[in-house]
Every structure is written in structure tokens, then in C-alpha cells.
């Protein structure tokens, strides 16, 4: 199985429970999401005038929107080849679960990585058991997409994005009716603004939650 590659590179995981941890990011082209303040927009469109070579989508700029088909195997050969040491390996995108990403969570496990999806949750999440699943849920985005409760059951870490009281208010009825047992909840700050950072501070203390503050920006990393 092949899958529309953006760009493959090694860095720190910025944001979210794995924070800190050396990451292989793996990035898909796609997105019908439509998040107003995505700071990824040229992973949107799959355009054939952008197809290149496997190879320049490894550890290269990938804001241009270029992309490449590559197998779960060819991208492990790239990985060894380019002698990335992280052995955590982060599937986003775009938004990666357009796609089955079981192939690929399976034999990067297999390979001896650990895998972490990173999603919107409004497509259905089907990957290796083993993998970490991350929802960042996009409520009222431009292309109205839902997000699923299957994709909230299946998450490890729920990763709220917030700036005023009321995207606490569409959490809390998002939730209801999802078993929380053993989930991470994260209050992520929109832009690292100081009022919504104050007012995710004081939720997560108030519930016993995680604030997820984008380190990967403070610290000027990709």
C-alpha cells in the first residue's frame, strides 16, 4: 500500500503527551478539514502537479505542498539510510486518517518503532493496536465535518485546542457519553496567546487535566 508522503524529517515532538521525546514525523498529504488557523494549508490539496521523487520528501522543506507515494518499506529503507536515531515515529498531516493506516503502524512496529497518529478525528482511525492515537478535535471548521465518536474511543490523548470558555463548553458536550478511563486529556493554548493560555492553566488545575503548551514553536523547531 502506498501512501501521498509531504515530508519525512527527525526532530522533538513539541506538543501533547510525548512532548519532549525524539520523533520521526511523518507527514500525509491531504485535508478537507479546513482549520482557519492551520499552519499547514499546503498539505490540503493533493495536486499531481506537485507529484516529485520519493526521495525529496526526506528531510526537506515540505511547505511547498509537494508529495510522494511510498510504501510502508521504502519509507523505513529512507529512514535507515538517512540514519534518523529516533525511534518514535509520528503519523500527521494533513489529515493522515483519510487513509488505513494499519499497513503502516504494523510494520513501523514490526520495524521497531513505536507510532503516534495525530488527527482531527472526523475520519475513522484504523491502525495497530499498539499505536498511540492523538485527537485534536476540529469543531465548526469550514467543512463542517463531525468528529466520530469512534475516532474519540479509539484516542489515547485528547488534545482540545482552546482560546475562549466556549471551546471548554464544546469539549465538555463532545465528551459526553465517551469513556475517559485511561485517556489524556490536553488543553492546548490557540497561538500561544496569554489569555487562552490563563484560561487552559486554570481548567486543567481545576480538573486534573494536561496543558499542552507548543514548545516546538517557543523553541523555533519544526
Known amino acids: 500500500m502506498k501512501y501521498p508522503v509531504n515530508e519525512v524529517f527527525e526532530t522533538i515532538q ?48 515540505g511547505t511547498i505542498g509537494r508529495w510522494s507515494e511510498l510504501t510502508t518499506s521504502e519509507l523505513i529503507s529512507f529512514l535507515k539510510q538517512k540514519e534518523f536515531t529516533a525511534s518514535h515515529v509520528v503519523i500527521t498531516g494533513g489529515e493522515p486518517c483519510l487513509h488505513d493506516l494499519t499497513v503502516m503502524t504494523e510494520e513501523l512496529n514490526a520495524a521497531g518503532y513505536s507510532t503516534q497518529i ?9 491502525c495497530s493496536d ?28 485528547i488534545k482540545h485546542p482552546v482560546a475562549t470558555a466556549s ?20 488543553l492546548q493554548p ?12 486554570r481548567v486543567c488545575i481545576e480538573r486534573n487535566w494536561r496543558l499542552s503548551i507548543q514548545t516546538h514553536k517557543y523553541l523555533d523547531i519544526d
Open 190 to 201: 490557540i497561538s500561544q496567546k496569554p489569555r487562552a493560555t490563563e484560561l487552559a492553566m
Open 130 to 157: 499498539k499505536t498511540w492515537v492523538t485527537v485534536s478535535p476540529k469543531l465548526k471548521m469550514k467543512a463542517g465535518l463531525a468528529v466520530l465518536p469512534q475516532a474519540l474511543n479509539r484516542a489515547d490523548e
Open 118 to 126: 495525530e488527527t482531527s478525528g472526523t475520519y475513522e482511525v484504523n
Open 14 to 61: 513539541g506538543e501533547g503527551f510525548y512532548t519532549g521525546v525524539p520523533a520521526i514525523f511523518v507527514r500525509l498529504q491531504g485535508c478537507p478539514v479546513g482549520c482557519s488557523w492551520c499552519d499547514t494549508k499546503h498539505t490540503w490539496e493533493l495536486l499531481d502537479v506537485n507529484k516529485v521523487q520519493p526521495e525529496m520528501v526526506i528531510q526537506v522543506d
Open 167 to 186: 471551546h471548554i463548553d464544546d469539549l465538555d458536550e463532545l465528551l459526553k457519553g465517551i469513556d475517559l478511563k485511561g485517556k489524556t486529556i490536553c
